[in-house]
Nanobody
Framework: QEELVESGGGLVRAGGSLRLSCASSERLDMIPAVGWFRQNTGTQRVMVAGLSLGGVTNYADSVKGRFAISRDNAKKMIFLQMNNLRSDDTAVYYC??????????WGQGTQVTVSS
């Protein structure tokens, strides 16, 4: 069974940076796309960043220019570099893998809290 484990969340001041990591139990070189999502209590989970196997990225408008997604297929790792963090970036962040069925493999989430 595929498993994803996120790490790197925490408390940071506005303007600061964090790097989230996601370790996959499965090979990533056959995964069509990987992504990072975030969710606050009572709201829907939304995509923050996505990265296709071919290297195409897409970002939510709110994080463009501040966040960067990357993957290391050899190490089975996915990363999200977050710079110039704002209070509205506060959320639980999840990494996910896309298959032919859509986004159907999820991590347990890691909390990011940005203080103003």
């Amino acid at each position: 069974q595929e498993e994803l484990v996120e790490s790197g969340g925490g408390l940071v001041r506005a303007g600061g940076s964090l790097r989230l990591s996601c370790a996959s139990s499965e090979r990533l070189d056959m995964i069509p796309a990987v992504g990072w999502f975030r969710q606050n209590t009572g709201t829907q989970r939304v995509m923050v960043a996505g990265l296709s196997l071919g290297g195409v990225t897409n970002y939510a408008d709110s994080v463009k220019g501040r966040f960067a997604i990357s993957r290391d297929n050899a190490k089975k790792m996915i990363f999200l570099q977050m710079n110039n963090l704002r209070s509205d970036d506060t959320a639980v962040y999840y990494c996910a893998l896309a298959t032919i069925n859509g986004w159907d493999v999820w991590g347990q989430g890691t909390q990011v809290t940005v203080s103003s």
